[in-house]
Nanobody, 119 residues
Framework: QVQLVESGGGLVQPGGSLRLSCAAS????????MGWYLQAPGKERELVAS???????YFADSVKGRFTISLDNAKNTVNLQMNSLKPEDTAVYYC?????????????WGQGTQVTVSS
């Protein structure tokens, strides 16, 4: 099966930076897309940023200009660089990937990592 292992969350002051990483492991043919969602307390999970294996990126309006995303295809790892963090960025961040275990792409999720932006 496919596993997504996240790292890099933590506590940071407003204006600071954090880097989240997520590595996919297991037996699969290819990765079509990897990305990050966030879920704040009492709210629905929402997409923050994603990147396709071809390098096409998407960013939520709330993070444009502050976050960047990169994909290391050789290591099956996606990185989210978060700069100029704000208290409203506080949430659990979940890694997401669409992975081809069969000829079809299926969705997989990481366990989540807490990001807290507070002084």
């Amino acid at each position: 099966q496919v596993q997504l292992v996240e790292s890099g969350g933590g506590l940071v002051q407003p204006g600071g930076s954090l880097r989240l990483s997520c590595a996919a492991s297991g037996r699969f043919f290819s990765i079509g897309l990897m990305g990050w969602y966030l879920q704040a307390p009492g709210k629905e999970r929402e997409l923050v940023a994603s990147i396709t294996s071809g390098g096409r990126t998407y960013f939520a309006d709330s993070v444009k200009g502050r976050f960047t995303i990169s994909l290391d295809n050789a290591k099956n790892t996606v990185n989210l660089q978060m700069n100029s963090l704000k208290p409203e960025d506080t949430a659990v961040y979940y890694c997401h990937a669409r992975v081809a275990v069969t000829p079809n792409y299926d969705a997989y999720w990481g366990q989540g990592t807490q990001v807290t932006v507070s002084s």
